[in-house]
C-alpha cells in the first residue's frame, strides 16, 4: 500500500498579514500539525524580559539561552513550546513583549536557538501521524524550510492590517515592527524566490484559504 503524502507548507508575511487564520484553517483542512512561530519568538522574549535580559546584553542572553530547556506540547493540531515545562500564556500578547520582541528576533543567536527547534518539529508531525506541518512566521520559506513543497507570502496594506488588529480589540506597533522585522540583517521578512505571494487587502480569508487549499490539494487530499 502506498503511503500518503507528507507536506511542509511555509506561511510568511507581516503582522496581521492573515497567515494565522489561514494556517489555523489549513491545518484543519489537510490534517497538518500548525506551527506559530512568531508565539515561539514572543514566549522567549517574555522570558527575556522575566530574566532581566536587555536586547543588548549579548553575554546576559547567550548565558539566559543557554539555560533554557525547549519541548513541545500538542494543542489539538498546534505545537506549543514549553520553556523549562511551562508553556507562556497570554502574557507574549502583552504591550511589552509586543514592543520588544522584534528587537530579540533581531538577534542572530537568538534565532539559532530556534531554528533546529523549528525544523525538528517536522519529525513531531510525522511520528504523531499528522499528514504534514503548516508553519507561519517570516522567515519559514527563506531559511527554516526553503524546499517546503508549498511557500505563500501574504501582505496587505499598513492601514487595513491596522484595522483588523484593532478590530480583534489589540494594539500593534505594526509598521514598526514590520520595519524591524524587514531591515535586520539576520533572516529577514522577504518574500522568497519562488514563492506565491498573495495580497490579502481587498480579500476575504475565504479567498485566501481557497487560492491555498487548492495548490495543496494537488499533492495531498483533504482530511
Ligand atoms: O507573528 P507575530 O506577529 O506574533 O510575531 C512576533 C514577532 O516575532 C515578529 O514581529 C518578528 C518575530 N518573528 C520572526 O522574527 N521570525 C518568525 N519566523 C516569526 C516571528
Known amino acids: 500500500m502506498a503511503t500518503a503524502p507528507f507536506i511542509i507548507v511555509a506561511i510568511d508575511g507581516g503582522a496581521a ?3 494565522s487564520s489561514s494556517s489555523r484553517t489549513l491545518g484543519e483542512q489537510f490534517d497538518l ?7 515561539y519568538y514572543r514566549a ?8 532581566g535580559v536587555k536586547p543588548d546584553d549579548l553575554p546576559g542572553l547567550r548565558s539566559a539561552l543557554a539555560g533554557l530547556k525547549l519541548g513541545t506540547r500538542l494543542n489539538g493540531r498546534s505545537a506549543e513550546m514549553e520553556i523549562g515545562g511551562r508553556v507562556a ?7 511589552e513583549v509586543n514592543d520588544a520582541v522584534s528587537h530579540f528576533a533581531a538577534i542572530p543567536e537568538l534565532r539559532t536557538a530556534l531554528l533546529t527547534y523549528q525544523r ?25 524550510f526553503p524546499a517546503a513543497d508549498f511557500r505563500f507570502f501574504l501582505h496587505a496594506d499598513a492601514g487595513e492590517r491596522e484595522r483588523r488588529r484593532a478590530g480583534q480589540g489589540l494594539q500593534d506597533q505594526i509598521r514598526e515592527r514590520d520595519r524591524i522585522d524587514s531591515s535586520r540583517k539576520t533572516s529577514p521578512l522577504t518574500c522568497p524566490d519562488g514563492a506565491t505571494s498573495i495580497n490579502t487587502t481587498h480579500v476575504t480569508l475565504d479567498q485566501v484559504v481557497q487560492q491555498m487549499a487548492a495548490a495543496l490539494a494537488t499533492k495531498l487530499r483533504p482530511a
Open 44 to 51: 522567549l522574549t517574555a522570558e527575556m524580559i522575566r530574566q
Open 33 to 39: 500539525l500548525h506551527v506559530d512561530t512568531g508565539s
Open 89 to 95: 500564556g497570554e502574557e507574549i500578547r502583552s504591550r
Open 120 to 144: 525538528g518539529l517536522a519529525d513531531v508531525a510525522r511520528a504523531r501521524g499528522f499528514h504534514g506541518l503548516v508553519m507561519e512566521g517570516r522567515d519559514i520559506g527563506s531559511v527554516i
Open 17 to 19: 498579514s492573515g497567515k
